[in-house]
């Protein structure tokens, strides 16, 4: 496409903890030129996920490392604006994988879904994007709450959080976040309908966790790890369920310190089961579904954490290890014109 340029954030060298100043670069390059079979995208939204951390680092996990040089990898939202692929007409809408950049190629491929009749390309990323889905299935395959249980969950005003405590409420539990400082707190009593919140900076989470769960803890919908897992260990109850979603406390470090109380797990007769969403591709339909309907209802609500312009993505990056944001953090690349 003539008269277009690109900008991506590509990797120069792998951080140690959060991404510093020549771990990325800021680029200008060429719009790429497509061959027969691909599609040009102009990304509106990026999704700024926890994994995108793991990604940077040399070790390989679920997905292989970025490659020194290349854009860091991350999900977004685009419009097509230039196709050559039978599968993608310009203007459709589609979630993809484009990486911190302005303009992606893409094929006719599992990552890329084009999205019809799309009225808000935010939401996409904040509710029927992967951190949705994963508070879904992992709420409603592994916690599996009752009505009258207790169920707590931790990074409760992030992305993941957030939805799978509402999830939790929907199935008539009483719903305990965990979450650092009083305005977290605040925003996830007040707005996302928890019915208590416990600031994991304050001095002795054990007996925080003792007053807000008199009846012991049947679900734990885990996002962090380390420490807060331990103590919720320490408060299971009987036939416990603890939903191993993620280790953000250990994503810097890699360091993954073992909790003690996991004797709880033999004592209670619980059960601590991870799982990875990538592995119900297939079933997002019925999770968007889900959600969809909750929305619709008014029992379900989400938020954005936005930062204005790709320049910011590393900040908004880096603001997911220092607790800076409430609700989904997304980077907006550029204006919508549909939706
Ligand atoms: N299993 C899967 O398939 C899957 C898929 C998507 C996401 N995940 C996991 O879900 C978790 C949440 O990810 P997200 O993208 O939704 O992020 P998020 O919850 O929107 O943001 C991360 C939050 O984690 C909390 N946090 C960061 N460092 C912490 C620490 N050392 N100790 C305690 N809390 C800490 C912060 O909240 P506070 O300020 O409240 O501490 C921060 O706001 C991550 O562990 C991620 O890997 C798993």
């Known amino acids: 496409?003539?008269?277009?340029?690109?900008?991506?954030?590509?990797?120069?060298?792998?951080?140690?903890?959060?991404?510093?100043?020549?771990?990325?670069?800021?680029?200008?390059?060429?719009?790429?030129?497509?061959?027969?079979?691909?599609?040009?995208?102009?990304?509106?939204?990026?999704?700024?996920?926890?994994?995108?951390?793991?990604?940077?680092d040399d070790a390989r996990g679920y997905l292989p490392p970025v490659a020194i040089g290349d854009p860091i990898r991350a999900a977004g939202v685009g419009?097509?604006?230039?196709?050559?692929?039978?599968?993608y007409a310009v203007g459709d809408v589609v979630t993809y994988l484009p990486g911190f950049q302005e303009l992606a190629v893409v094929r006719d491929d599992v990552f890329t879904t084009v999205i019809p009749g799309v009225e808000d390309q935010l939401a996409m990323l904040t509710v029927y994007g992967s951190t949705g889905a994963t508070a879904y299935f992992g709420m409603t395959d592994i916690g599996r709450p009752q009505a009258g249980e207790t169920v707590v969950v931790s990074a409760a005003a992030g992305a993941t959080g957030s939805i799978a405590g509402q999830i939790a409420k929907i199935a008539g539990a009483?719903?305990?976040?965990?979450?650092?400082?009083?305005?977290?707190?605040?925003?996830?009593?007040?707005?996302?309908?928890?019915?208590?919140?416990?600031?994991?900076?304050?001095?002795?989470?054990?007996?925080?966790?003792?007053?807000?769960?008199?009846?012991?803890?049947?679900?734990?919908?885990?996002?962090?790890?380390?420490?807060?897992?331990?103590?919720?260990?320490?408060?299971?109850?009987?036939?416990?369920?603890?939903?191993?979603?993620?280790?953000?406390?250990?994503?810097?470090?890699?360091?993954?310190?073992?909790p003690a109380n996991y004797t709880n797990l033999l004592a209670r007769c619980g059960l601590m089961q991870g799982f990875n969403t990538l592995h119900q591709w297939d079933r997002f339909p019925e999770a968007f579904e889900a959600l969809r309907r909750w929305e619709a209802e008014g029992r379900l609500v989400h938020r954005a954490h936005v930062h204005e312009g790709l320049e910011h993505a590393v900040d908004a990056l880096n603001g997911l290890f220092t607790g800076a944001?409430?609700?989904?953090?997304?980077?907006?690349?550029?204006d919508p014109t549909v939706g």
């Open 1 to 56: 496409m003539t008269n277009l340029t690109n900008r991506q954030v590509v990797l120069r060298r792998r951080p140690t903890g959060l991404v510093q100043p020549g771990d990325t670069e800021l680029i200008e390059t060429a719009a790429p030129e497509l061959a027969d079979g691909e599609a040009l995208v102009r990304t509106t939204y990026l999704g700024i996920d926890a994994a995108v951390r793991t990604w940077l």
């Open 79 to 87: 419009e097509v604006v230039e196709t050559r692929c039978d599968a």
């Open 174 to 258: 009483r719903v305990v976040g965990i979450a650092g400082g009083p305005e977290k707190c605040r925003v996830v009593v007040e707005e996302l309908g928890f019915d208590a919140c416990i600031d994991h900076r304050g001095p002795d989470l054990a007996a925080a966790l003792k007053e807000a769960c008199p009846q012991r803890v049947d679900v734990y919908f885990d996002n962090v790890g380390g420490p807060i897992l331990d103590a919720v260990l320490g408060r299971l109850a009987q036939g416990g369920r603890i939903v191993l979603c993620g280790v953000i406390s250990s994503y810097l470090t890699g360091e993954h310190p073992g």
């Open 325 to 334: 944001n409430i609700g989904k953090t997304v980077v907006k690349v550029s």
